[in-house]
């Protein structure tokens, strides 16, 4: 079975600048149950579905699946929940490894989330300056709850 274990950490406002354009992202989901999450994302020219099950501490089950753009751009048209999400993805190695760094668009707009994938919870690594506060165990910044409760609609102090 694949598991995915990562860490979610805010970006400070302005510590952190991206390097080239990265990658666009558009996903959608077809369930966004507790138990059990399914995907549909194109990612610049590729198309994934993914399924996810249920996160317990920072690891959950992943299966991952390519599958054809066209199919991709009709599911997230037809049958994804919406909004969309609508994000660029960058990737910089930091401390020899690769942190994703998530900047959203649209109904997301002015969040910016970075993740770490680990091989077990416990493994130590290097946090850069600018990955701020660690959101790993908040479910709102989950994409899937960013769909039925965009950043933009949150109140702040």
């Not at 549909?40 to 390519?66: C, D, H, N, Q, W």
């Not at 751009?73 to 929940?81: F, I, T």
């Amino acid at each position: 079975m694949a598991k995915e274990i990562e860490r979610k950490f805010l970006v400070k406002d302005g510590a952190w600048v991206p390097q080239g354009e990265g990658i666009h992202f558009k996903q959608g989901y077809l369930n966004t149950q507790k138990e059990r999450v399914v995907r549909v994302r194109i990612e610049g020219a590729k198309a994934k579905l993914t399924i996810k099950g249920v996160t317990t501490g920072v690891t959950r089950s992943e299966f991952e699946y390519a599958i054809p753009l066209e199919d991709a751009s009709v599911l997230l048209d037809n049958l994804c929940e919406k909004p969309l999400i609508d994000k660029h993805r960058h990737k910089e190695v930091h401390g020899g490894k690769t942190w994703e760094i998530d900047v959203f668009h649209g109904e997301n707009q002015g969040l910016v989330v970075a993740e770490i994938e680990l091989t077990s919870e416990a493994e130590a690594f290097e946090r850069p300056a600018w990955a701020g506060e660690e959101v790993s165990s908040d479910p709102r910044y989950f994409n899937s709850n960013l769909l039925k409760n965009p950043f933009k609609s949150w109140v702040t102090a």
